[in-house]
């Protein structure tokens, strides 16, 4: 190996005019949607920060859980007792 490398190129075909038709025609609609989504993405993050350090009382799983099953027991007495006098 003597480390030299040697390439032919034949450009007789080249027209300078005809890169334009050389584009992709999706990266225009890639971009958008990449900045679309960096965009959301950015918004959501601010979304949880603020849900994070706004004050207010802080609620545990268990409490949250215990109430939306209590509402569900309300629901369905109402439920049967509305059954009962149809």
Do not use: N
């Not at 480390?3 to 190129?9: F, I, R, S, T, V």
């Not at 034949?10 to 890639?30: F, N, Q, T, V, W």
């Not at 007792?81 to 149809?86: C, F, I, T, V, Y």
């Amino acid at each position: 190996m003597t480390g030299k490398d040697e390439h032919k190129l034949d450009a007789a075909g080249y027209d300078p005019g005809d890169l334009a038709a050389r584009r992709r025609p999706d990266s225009a609609a890639m971009l958008k949607r990449a900045h679309a989504a960096a965009k959301h993405d950015a918004w959501v993050r601010q979304q949880v920060q603020e849900a994070i350090d706004e004050p207010g009382p802080s609620y545990t799983t268990e409490q949250v859980f215990a109430e939306v099953e209590a509402d569900i027991a309300a629901i369905e007495a109402a439920t049967v007792r509305k059954r009962k006098h149809a």
